[in-house]
Protein backbone atom coordinates (compact mmCIF):
# COMPACT_ATOMS: atom_id res chain seq x y z
CA UNK A 1 0.00 0.00 0.00
CA UNK A 2 1.20 3.32 -1.08
CA UNK A 3 1.19 6.19 1.40
CA UNK A 4 1.39 9.52 0.62
CA UNK A 5 1.94 12.19 3.08
CA UNK A 6 1.09 16.30 2.62
CA UNK A 7 3.25 18.99 4.93
CA UNK A 8 3.98 22.44 4.32
CA UNK A 9 0.60 23.88 4.49
CA UNK A 10 -0.11 26.81 7.11
CA UNK A 11 -1.24 30.58 7.07
CA UNK A 12 0.10 33.34 5.10
CA UNK A 13 -0.98 36.53 4.03
CA UNK A 14 -2.17 37.62 0.42
CA UNK A 15 0.10 37.80 -2.05
CA UNK A 16 2.74 35.27 -0.08
CA UNK A 17 3.74 32.04 -1.22
CA UNK A 18 4.41 28.24 -0.01
CA UNK A 19 5.51 25.27 -0.83
CA UNK A 20 3.77 22.08 -0.26
CA UNK A 21 5.61 18.66 -0.38
CA UNK A 22 4.52 15.24 -0.82
CA UNK A 23 6.12 12.24 0.67
CA UNK A 24 5.83 8.71 -1.19
CA UNK A 25 6.72 5.68 0.43
CA UNK A 26 7.36 4.19 -3.18
CA UNK A 27 9.45 5.16 -5.92
CA UNK A 28 7.88 8.11 -7.67
CA UNK A 29 9.09 7.08 -10.67
CA UNK A 30 6.65 4.11 -10.23
CA UNK A 31 3.91 6.50 -11.12
CA UNK A 32 1.80 7.04 -13.93
CA UNK A 33 2.16 10.52 -12.93
CA UNK A 34 1.62 12.50 -9.88
CA UNK A 35 -0.44 15.79 -8.74
CA UNK A 36 -2.74 18.19 -6.76
CA UNK A 37 -6.12 18.97 -5.74
CA UNK A 38 -7.90 20.98 -3.46
CA UNK A 39 -11.19 21.09 -1.64
CA UNK A 40 -12.74 24.27 -0.27
CA UNK A 41 -15.34 23.61 2.41
CA UNK A 42 -18.97 23.22 0.52
CA UNK A 43 -17.24 23.14 -3.02
CA UNK A 44 -16.44 20.38 -5.67
CA UNK A 45 -12.60 19.11 -5.39
CA UNK A 46 -10.63 20.90 -7.86
CA UNK A 47 -7.92 19.63 -10.00
CA UNK A 48 -4.34 22.78 -10.29
CA UNK A 49 -1.58 20.60 -11.30
CA UNK A 50 -0.27 16.92 -12.95
CA UNK A 51 3.45 15.75 -13.61
CA UNK A 52 3.38 13.08 -15.67
CA UNK A 53 6.22 10.40 -15.80
CA UNK A 54 7.73 11.50 -18.59
CA UNK A 55 7.80 14.80 -17.35
CA UNK A 56 5.35 17.11 -19.15
CA UNK A 57 3.22 19.27 -16.49
CA UNK A 58 -0.41 20.04 -16.67
CA UNK A 59 -2.31 22.92 -14.50
CA UNK A 60 -5.20 24.45 -14.42
CA UNK A 61 -6.02 27.77 -15.43
CA UNK A 62 -6.58 28.84 -12.18
CA UNK A 63 -3.10 28.57 -10.64
CA UNK A 64 -1.10 28.77 -13.83
CA UNK A 65 1.27 31.26 -13.67
CA UNK A 66 0.91 31.08 -10.27
CA UNK A 67 1.75 27.65 -8.82
CA UNK A 68 4.44 25.10 -10.10
CA UNK A 69 4.96 21.77 -9.82
CA UNK A 70 7.78 19.50 -9.59
CA UNK A 71 9.43 16.24 -8.18
CA UNK A 72 12.12 14.92 -6.76
CA UNK A 73 12.76 11.58 -7.50
CA UNK A 74 16.00 10.76 -4.94
CA UNK A 75 13.67 12.05 -2.35
CA UNK A 76 10.38 10.24 -3.77
CA UNK A 77 8.79 13.62 -2.79
CA UNK A 78 6.68 15.67 -5.24
CA UNK A 79 6.10 19.59 -4.46
CA UNK A 80 3.55 22.59 -5.46
CA UNK A 81 5.26 25.83 -5.28
CA UNK A 82 2.47 28.19 -4.87
CA UNK A 83 3.35 31.81 -5.24
CA UNK A 84 1.01 35.25 -5.37
CA UNK A 85 -1.51 33.37 -2.92
CA UNK A 86 -5.21 34.48 -3.16
CA UNK A 87 -8.02 34.30 -0.71
CA UNK A 88 -9.57 32.24 -2.89
CA UNK A 89 -6.92 29.89 -3.16
CA UNK A 90 -7.46 28.97 0.65
CA UNK A 91 -8.51 25.57 0.81
CA UNK A 92 -7.49 21.71 1.96
CA UNK A 93 -4.85 20.55 -0.69
CA UNK A 94 -3.97 17.15 -1.78
CA UNK A 95 -1.74 14.91 -3.58
CA UNK A 96 -2.30 12.11 -5.47
CA UNK A 97 -0.66 9.31 -7.46
CA UNK A 98 -1.78 7.07 -10.04
CA UNK A 99 -0.46 3.82 -11.02
CA UNK A 100 -3.02 2.23 -13.31
CA UNK A 101 -5.08 0.61 -11.72
CA UNK A 102 -4.78 2.30 -8.75
CA UNK A 103 -5.28 5.76 -7.56
CA UNK A 104 -3.61 6.82 -4.21
CA UNK A 105 -4.29 9.95 -1.85
CA UNK A 106 -2.27 11.97 0.73
CA UNK A 107 -4.54 13.05 4.16
CA UNK A 108 -4.50 16.45 3.05
CA UNK A 109 -2.62 20.02 4.08
CA UNK A 110 -4.54 23.32 4.66
CA UNK A 111 -4.13 26.16 3.69
CA UNK A 112 -5.32 29.48 4.64
CA UNK A 113 -4.61 32.88 2.70
CA UNK A 114 -5.64 35.95 4.73
CA UNK A 115 -4.08 39.30 6.24
Known amino acids: QVQLVESGGGLVQPEGSLRLSCAAS????????MGWYRRDPGKRREFLAR???????VYAASVAGRFTITRDSAKNTLYLQMNSLKPEDTAVYYC?????????WGQGTQVTVSS
Open 96 to 104: YAARAPSDY
Open 51 to 57: IERDGNT
Open 26 to 33: ASITSFDA
